[in-house]
């Protein structure tokens, strides 16, 4: 498995377009922002459709972050925090 | 050096508090996210900073991620991308 944060910009209109995908995949942490394991598979699976969703607009912009084990990310949350009940980290 | 990826979620009204103090250490990415190298100290300082902001409000809420080495995230970028003239990765 893989960890993957995933982060976008986009206009309000287009922004159901990535929540309903990445909800399928991974945790929705707040706003324009995700995060989770996956397996490679999918890993690869999600940047494609990043790739893919931001290329349909041209204000659109996407950031994908792979860390192979969450043994190398310090995670710090502050506040209520919706990975908590998934024991993200 | 450390990277860290930064985001948070606050009312309108008060996000301002969070883009003064991370722009001096770290490039807006866009919305609510902020990425940057910072030395260890600085890092601990931005930690420090968050939880005091996230503490003045019950809504606010923020994760701090940091990789000791860039060499262990995997960042790919889609779209227009504020980091790429800071030569983040």
Same mark, same amino acid.
């Given at each position: 498995m893989v960890h993957l944060i995933v982060i976008y910009d986009a206009k309000a209109e287009r922004t159901r377009h990535y929540r309903t995908y990445l909800r399928r995949h991974l945790?929705?942490? *707040? *706003?324009s922002v995700f995060e989770g394991d996956v397996t490679a598979g999918t890993a690869d699976e999600i940047r494609e459709t990043m790739d893919g969703l931001v290329s349909e607009s041209a204000y659109d912009a996407a950031v994908v972050y792979e860390v !192979? !084990? *969450? !043994?190398?990310l310090k995670r710090e949350a502050y506040? &209520? &925090?919706?990975?908590d009940d998934k024991h993200i980290l």
């Open positions: 945790t929705h942490l *707040q *706003q !192979s !084990s *969450q !043994s190398y506040g &209520d &925090d919706p990975a």
